[in-house]
């Protein structure tokens, strides 16, 4: 768990600066359109990442970080195939007959949260996803780094409230984990985690340098959202 304490910098100043487990779980062949997209080659801790200018850019200068330059994130709902028999009685000719019949369901089985970058992540950088969703009072931090703050989980942060810093604490874990695949990290939230039909609005994400946590290298929204379970 931690609190993220955000510094507000100039932009001049940071310029140079799942996997499905198991054999009877299967994800869909064709994966889903990414909930957030955001444009290649933008991670130079200038648009509008602590910068405080309060306008939403994407500049490809003056330079890229790429190990935190976030392409897209996508939430996926994992399935497993559950195998039952049942009984089916016919007439035939007068006779009642009786088959036992094998029926395949495909039923959810947890999800992913995949954050999709310009190249392998590193030890350089914290990645975050954010979200927020009925089983949580404030909102979820989907977080990762492999650096000297070795970051592996999912925080339900409450909302702050100014009259009591104490609520800066306010800090859950949700069960989940993430790991590195290819040029991606990716989260894997068992089932039951968060209840099937439940959705998550909200959607950002963003990189830091790690350990400072500043400054944001990359930060991107979206509009969409995702309902465990579809």
Same mark, same amino acid.
């Given at each position: 768990?931690?609190?993220?304490?955000?510094?507000?910098?100039?932009?001049?100043?940071?310029?140079?600066?799942?996997?499905?487990?198991?054999?009877?779980?299967?994800?869909?062949?064709?994966?889903?359109? &990414?909930?957030?997209?955001?444009? @290649?080659?933008?991670?130079?801790?200038?648009? *509008?990442?602590?910068?405080?200018?309060?306008? *939403?850019?994407?500049? !490809?200068?003056?330079?890229? /970080?790429? $190990? =935190?330059?976030?392409?897209?994130?996508?939430?996926?709902?994992?399935?497993?195939?559950?195998?039952?028999?049942?009984?089916?009685?016919?007439?035939?000719?007068?006779?009642?007959?009786?088959?036992?019949?094998?029926?395949?369901?495909?039923?959810?089985?947890?999800?992913?949260?995949?954050?999709?970058?310009?190249?392998?992540?590193?030890? $350089?950088?914290?990645? /975050?996803?954010?979200?927020? $969703?009925?089983?949580?009072?404030?909102?979820?931090?989907?977080?990762?780094?492999?650096?000297?703050? =070795?970051?592996?989980?999912?925080?339900? @942060?409450?909302?702050?409230? &100014?009259?009591?810093?104490?609520?800066?604490?306010?800090?859950?874990?949700? !069960?989940?984990?993430?790991?590195?695949?290819?040029? !991606?990290?990716?989260?894997?939230?068992?089932?039951?985690?968060?209840?099937?039909?439940?959705?998550?609005?909200?959607?950002?994400?963003?990189?830091?340098?790690? &350990?400072?946590? /500043?400054?944001?290298?990359?930060?991107?929204?979206?509009?969409?959202?995702?309902?465990?379970?579809?």
């Amino acid at each position: 768990m931690r609190v993220r304490l955000t510094t507000i910098i100039a932009a001049a100043g940071i310029a140079a600066a799942v996997v499905p487990a198991g054999a009877a779980t299967s994800p869909a062949t064709t994966g889903p359109a &990414p909930q957030i997209s955001d444009p @290649v080659g933008d991670a130079n801790g200038v648009n *509008d990442q602590g910068s405080g200018s309060g306008v *939403d850019t994407s500049l !490809s200068a003056p330079v890229d /970080d790429a $190990n =935190g330059d976030i392409t897209s994130v996508v939430f996926q709902t994992k399935f497993k195939l559950v195998t039952t028999t049942k009984k089916v009685t016919t007439v035939v000719k007068k006779r009642r007959v009786t088959k036992t019949i094998v029926v395949t369901t495909k039923v959810p089985d947890g999800f992913t949260v995949t954050m999709n970058l310009s190249a392998a992540p590193d030890g $350089n950088h914290a990645y /975050d996803v954010f979200a927020t $969703n009925s089983t949580c009072d404030g909102s979820l931090d989907f977080t990762y780094s492999t650096g000297p703050l =070795g970051l592996n989980e999912v925080d339900c @942060v409450g909302n702050f409230d &100014p009259t009591n810093p104490t609520s800066l604490l306010d800090i859950s874990t949700v !069960s989940g984990e993430a790991a590195v695949v290819g040029k !991606s990290v990716v989260w894997t939230i068992p089932a039951g985690a968060f209840p099937v039909g439940g959705t998550f609005t909200d959607l950002s994400a963003q990189t830091e340098l790690s &350990p400072t946590l /500043d400054p944001v290298m990359d930060e991107a929204k979206g509009t969409a959202t995702y309902k465990v379970g579809q």
